[in-house]
């Protein structure tokens, strides 16, 4: 069903575009949702800054390539809002597929990243703090390459905290040459949401390593603490509704439903669990650091998740989610700096007994871990944001393997069933609006 489009500009404007009273309708640029009802048909719109012209616009043929809009704008689902498309515009762009490789990679190089991490983990927080610290290294490059692009193309460059508020509240058509100058203003709560998303990235990661410790001694696998890392797409739903009431629907309920059976099998039904009830001493001890290994890494989850609801945050400041994800880990990897120095003052780290291939193992974990999240951010550019996200998170299937066949950690049978069963409630969610497109289209037939 399509709705009838709001109209914001003022009578004057329409009767003079209506009538054609010695106006180049080629000088308008149409914003947001305002479409005249005499030149458009009801309900079809181009958002964001299009050049509107009044023979494609006019011509029947043409206005098949304009898509219905509604009267509100779309809302952002989790997956589109970290590292997709930008949500203002609902223009449909030409799918690369190349980025289904991306994410694949972007899989692999994130399980690097966590094997990294959890064979690392005897001290959690000096490793956590020397891996968080290579975190901005692709976040500088990637303000070197824009400055650079800058300089050549002689369009400034504009960090996300500086906004321009008349581009902010432009909402109505107006001519080229009374387009109001771009005049960039500090805006404070950017900044601050942006610090503030980055804290839980890094303090999210130091659970993770926790939870990895955790799992070892209570010889768990480490894929265990990855998939629960997915519990995210529950809490970011669940923020949602809270929130901003976005509403669960039956497809994203059958996600979070999987997820959550998932988590609760991954924590029972551990490796001999018939042999271990009679060792009473043994599983007292394992089961304490295995509720210890659940509870840090659902915390994580749930860090990661808060991280991904500020950049909802973030998308009603006009800043773009893509350029987020490029933010949060220069900020994490800020933090970590600052806490490497602070942990070589305060402790003596001669005592962690750090040997040079430890060092450099961990400084590798921390580029692969930055190098997927730049993947996943171009994957789900140039891609299908949900399609994107959930081959990206395969990772805690790579992390089980990995661990299984290199290091012999232990894993039941109905342990890879709730792993299997935690990335596909979490691709459900990611693919809501696909799969309820695909069951209409079914209804239909």
Known sequence: MINKVHQTQPDKDQNNLKAGNNVDKNKYYLNNEFTPSETFKSGY????????NSKNVNNPDNQQSLRPSNLNPPQSSF?????????????????????????LLASLFNSTGQIVRGYE???????????????????????????IKSSRTGV??????????NAMKQNNILPIENQPKATYKFVPKILMF???????????????????????????????????ILFSCVYILIMQYLIYRDKINFIQAIGMLLI??????????????????????????????????????LIAAVLFGQEIVFVRVLTE?????????????????????????????IFDIGEDHYELHDLLLILMGGICESIGMVLQIIASSIGIGGIAFSLANTCCIFVTLFNYLVFSQPISFLQVIGIIMTVLGASIISLDDKITA???????K
């Open 45 to 52: 719109t181009i958002e964001g800054n299009t050049p509107v």
């Open 79 to 103: 997956h589109t809002m970290r590292l997709s498309d930008r949500s203002t515009s609902t223009i449909q762009k030409k799918v690369n597929h190349t980025y289904i490789i991306l994410a």
């Open 121 to 147: 983990s005897k001290n959690a927080l000096a490793s956590n703090l020397i891996q968080n610290s290579t975190f901005c290294i692709i976040p500088f490059l990637y303000l070197i390459f824009r400055r």
């Open 156 to 165: 400034p460059m504009i960090m996300p905290w500086y906004q321009d508020p």
């Open 194 to 228: 942006l610090m503030i998303g980055g804290s839980f990235e890094f303090i999210g990661c130091y659970f993770l390593v926790l939870s990895f410790h955790f799992g070892q001694l209570a010889h768990m696998n480490d894929g265990i603490t990855s998939s629960l």
């Open 260 to 297: 959550l059976v998932a988590v609760a099998i991954v924590s029972v039904f551990t490796p001999d669990q018939t042999q271990r009830i009679h060792q009473e001493a043994e599983e007292h001890s394992d089961s304490y650091y295995e509720a210890l290994c659940i509870l840090t890494g």
């Open 317 to 345: 400041y006009k800043v773009d989610g893509e350029l987020s994800g490029y933010f949060y880990p220069l900020f994490v990897g800020i933090y970590g700096i600052i806490g490497v120095i602070s942990y070589v003052i």
């Open 438 to 444: 695909l069951v209409q289209k079914i209804k239909i």
